[in-house]
Nanobody
Framework: QVQVVESGGGLVQAGGSLRLSCTAS????????MGWFRQAPGKEREGVSC????????YSADSVKGRFTTSRDNAKNTLYLQMNSLKPEDTATYYC????????????????????WGQGTQVTVSS
């Protein structure tokens, strides 16, 4: 049974930093591309970033480029999202997701491609 669990959310002031973690079990982690997504109240889910199976390539949304960094440690079955220079508009529930991809150099930026999702972790940025 596949399980995906996020952690690391919390309350931070604008300009601060947080690091989110996501641990996946029940799958061969390095066969899966991983993605971060977020959803603010009253808004649609938004893709934040994704990373290829071995972490060679990443994709980041324009809204977070230069501030957020996505990485993974396949030995620990863990995905990370380092968030710096946080803004109030980054406030959302952040979700981690996994999808099996045969192409080790590709990660889907759209959440529709992903089949395994965590429960989410709340990030609140105060102004």
């Amino acid at each position: 049974q596949v399980q995906v669990v996020e952690s690391g959310g919390g309350l931070v002031q604008a300009g601060g930093s947080l690091r989110l973690s996501c641990t996946a079990s029940g799958l061969t982690f390095d066969d899966y591309a991983m993605g971060w997504f977020r959803q603010a109240p009253g808004k649609e889910r938004e893709g934040v970033s994704c990373i290829t199976r071995r972490g060679v390539n990443t994709y980041s949304a324009d809204s977070v480029k230069g501030r957020f960094t996505t990485s993974r440690d396949n030995a620990k079955n863990t995905l990370y999202l380092q968030m710096n220079s946080l803004k109030p508009e980054d406030t959302a529930t952040y979700y981690c997701a996994a999808v099996f991809v045969p192409d080790r150099y590709y990660c889907p930026p759209s959440g529709r491609a992903y089949n395994y999702w965590g429960q989410g972790t709340q990030v609140t940025v105060s102004s």
